[in-house]
């Protein structure tokens, strides 16, 4: 192993990778193969594996001589390139920074196998201190077990060190001084009714086709005609990307009439069948550099004309599929609710996959 790994091109990407001659895993750059920045990273990724090599050189136990500081640096270069979505770094990223911030902060000169269940559970005290909601603290501790998982796995970690970390059982309801999230309640429809006239028609469009097909908010905002076949009805829109796309899940979206009536006359202005169906001709941080609407633009308008009022209270876009979903499920039930907003697990949905689609149709007709 004293030759240094070699720098390679990924010919269908074009990005740059090396492998890892540790764990015998690619791993691939965030630049194209060639460029100025891949050349530092490459240097930067030399460097640590030169760190490595120095402490199995040294005869020295794995991850003795890594910090938790350092661990953290190197998690989030690999995070970087690790939580991408088409180019582009996900919120993953600095969710995972929020979570390694206290870790960092009061632990990051410590030795990482010294970093044990009383240290997790000080930075764990110190999101409780800050006023993190219980549910989210879980889920950043989880977060943190996962850089030693990756630490362990580099040989960066012993696994005596992360085994000890999974003892530390997570906060339960009740039982902590953590704050409880609160439920998101669903808006009620004479709510929007009141709010629809003070919109702008896009948004008010959006708003209504949202209801209707019970969508998230960010799959109503990026609607295009390509995405929408309409040789049949109920019309069904695949949308290009989604929540949930990570999990290798698909995302199927039934258009009724109420829908449909709203969008054909949009498809039909719309200048290509790749062109966004809701367009925005402001222009700031709330808007797409592409020009389709951003979900914070979304709510942020829903948001101005709920302030135009003081009879309307304020909600979210977030809020309308809990309105649909109660509507669904009080009159077709709970197996209904659950196709139409897309929440069955992968295995569920491939057992049941011929007759939720058929529900899914019928409910779509029905009721949008």
């Given at each position: 192993?004293?030759?240094?790994?070699?720098?390679?091109?990924h010919?269908?990407?074009?990005?740059?990778?090396?492998?890892?001659?540790?764990?015998?895993?690619?791993?691939?750059?965030?630049?194209?193969?060639g460029?100025?920045?891949?050349?530092?990273?490459?240097?930067?990724?030399?460097?640590?594996?030169?760190?490595?090599?120095?402490?199995?050189?040294?005869?020295?136990?794995?991850?003795s001589?890594?910090?938790?500081?350092?661990?953290?640096?190197?998690?989030?270069?690999?995070?970087?390139?690790?939580?991408?979505?088409?180019?582009?770094?996900?919120?993953?990223?600095?969710?995972?920074?929020?979570?390694?911030?206290?870790?960092?902060?009061?632990?990051?000169t410590?030795?990482?196998?010294?970093?044990?269940?009383?240290?997790?559970k000080?930075?764990?005290?110190?999101?409780?201190?800050?006023?993190?909601?219980?549910?989210?603290?879980?889920?950043?501790?989880?977060?943190?077990?996962?850089v030693?998982?990756?630490?362990?796995?580099?040989?960066?970690?012993?696994?005596?060190?992360?085994?000890?970390?999974?003892?530390?059982?997570?906060?339960?309801?009740?039982?902590?001084?953590?704050?409880?999230?609160?439920?998101?309640?669903?808006?009620?429809?004479?709510?929007?009714?009141?709010?629809?006239?003070?919109?702008?028609?896009?948004?008010?469009?959006?708003?209504?086709?949202?209801?209707?097909?019970?969508?998230?908010?960010?799959?109503?905002?990026?609607?295009?005609p390509?995405?929408?076949?309409?040789?049949?009805?109920?019309?069904?829109?695949?949308?290009?990307?989604?929540?949930?796309?990570?999990?290798?899940?698909?995302?199927?979206i039934y258009?009724?009439?109420?829908?449909?009536?709203?969008l054909?006359?949009?498809?039909?202005?719309?200048?290509?069948?790749?062109?966004?169906?809701?367009?925005?001709?402001?222009?700031?941080?709330?808007?797409?550099?592409?020009?389709?609407?951003?979900?914070?633009?979304?709510?942020?308008?829903?948001?101005?004309?709920?302030?135009?009022?003081?009879?309307?209270?304020?909600?979210?876009?977030?809020?309308?599929?809990?309105?649909?979903?109660?509507?669904?499920?009080?009159?077709?039930?709970a197996?209904?609710?659950?196709?139409?907003?897309?929440?069955?697990?992968?295995e569920?949905?491939?057992?049941?996959?011929?007759?939720?689609?058929?529900?899914?149709?019928?409910?779509?007709?029905?009721?949008?």
């Amino acid at each position: 192993m004293s030759r240094l790994p070699k720098l390679c091109r990924h010919k269908a990407s074009g990005k740059a990778y090396v492998t890892d001659p540790y764990t015998r895993r690619e791993h691939y750059f965030r630049a194209s193969y060639g460029s100025p920045e891949c050349r530092r990273e490459y240097d930067e990724w030399v460097r640590q594996l030169l760190d490595r090599r120095r402490v199995v050189a040294s005869g020295a136990p794995p991850g003795s001589s890594v910090t938790v500081g350092r661990l953290i640096v190197d998690f989030m270069a690999h995070a970087r390139t690790y939580y991408v979505k088409d180019g582009k770094e996900t919120s993953q990223v600095s969710t995972v920074q929020a979570a390694l911030r206290p870790v960092n902060n009061l632990f990051g000169t410590l030795p990482a196998d010294d970093f044990g269940p009383d240290q997790l559970k000080a930075a764990r005290q110190w999101m409780i201190g800050a006023g993190w909601i219980r549910q989210s603290i879980n889920s950043q501790v989880q977060r943190i077990r996962q850089v030693f998982r990756w630490g362990v796995e580099h040989g960066l970690v012993r696994t005596e060190t992360l085994a000890a970390l999974k003892t530390v059982p997570g906060l339960r309801f009740g039982r902590s001084a953590a704050v409880e999230a609160t439920p998101v309640e669903p808006v009620p429809l004479e709510v929007v009714e009141r709010t629809l006239p003070r919109l702008s028609s896009t948004v008010r469009e959006m708003v209504e086709v949202q209801l209707h097909a019970d969508m998230r908010p960010g799959e109503v905002t990026i609607m295009r005609p390509c995405d929408i076949d309409r040789r049949d009805v109920p019309w069904l829109y695949v949308p290009c990307k989604h929540k949930t796309q990570h999990h290798g899940k698909q995302r199927r979206i039934y258009l009724g009439p109420k829908a449909r009536a709203i969008l054909a006359p949009l498809i039909l202005k719309c200048p290509s069948e790749e062109a966004w169906l809701f367009q925005s001709k402001c222009r700031g941080p709330f808007v797409h550099r592409r020009s389709h609407w951003t979900v914070k633009g979304y709510d942020k308008a829903i948001y101005r004309a709920c302030r135009k009022s003081p009879a309307i209270p304020d909600w979210t876009p977030g809020q309308l599929r809990h309105t649909q979903a109660t509507v669904i499920r009080a009159a077709f039930g709970a197996e209904a609710a659950q196709v139409i907003l897309g929440h069955s697990q992968l295995e569920t949905s491939q057992i049941y996959a011929e007759r939720n689609e058929k529900l899914a149709r019928d409910v779509a007709e029905k009721i949008g």
